[in-house]
């Protein structure tokens, strides 16, 4: 399923509309971690994180990753729930829910059973829903013209 929407939403409104179980770690603003991470629970990244983050049971609905305005992560994430307001460059991959927040943007492809887009969402990727159908998302080519102008520069 997937659905777009056009509201803007802070980052105080994400913890709102988390499950009752909420958030049990943060990684702030000013941490940088390099290497794996593995939670269960809720976990929100503002700072950045180096590597994948996964939930310790991928099956386990309630475990939930944010990652705020400010949040980036450079490997793959594999968590139930997903809501990204920040930046993930790797793959995304989820068994329940992604929700993209207007300031995301997702280098890498995105496996989802339901994904929530906000408009000002940008993906650099393919999208595949579960029942494994693929929707390349890409950006339009320039104008004939600038085209012609970059194959004269690689020539020369």
């Known amino acids: 399923m997937l659905r777009m929407k ?5 980052d105080d409104d994400i913890t709102q509309r988390l499950p009752a179980e ?14 794996n991470l593995k939670f269960s629970g ?3 990244i503002d700072g950045k ?11 386990h609905p309630e475990s939930v990753l944010i990652i705020g305005e400010s949040g980036l992560v450079e490997g793959d994430v594999t968590v139930p729930h997903v809501i990204v307001n920040g930046a993930v460059k790797g793959k995304l991959v989820s068994s329940n829910r992604i929700e993209l927040q207007a300031r995301a943007r997702i280098h890498g492809d995105i496996h989802y059973a339901t994904i929530e ?40």
């Open 117 to 156: 887009m906000e408009l000002g969402a940008a993906v650099n990727g393919n999208l595949s829903s579960r029942n494994n159908s693929t929707a390349a998302v890409t950006t339009p080519s320039p104008p004939s013209r600038a085209k012609s102008v970059t194959r004269s520069l690689k020539t020369d």
């Open 6 to 10: 056009s509201n803007d939403h802070s």
């Open 42 to 44: 809720g976990l929100r």
């Open 49 to 59: 994180v180096l590597g994948n983050v996964t939930s310790a049971d991928e099956k």
């Open 22 to 35: 909420g958030i049990d770690a943060m990684i702030g603003k000013s941490i940088e971690i390099t290497g």
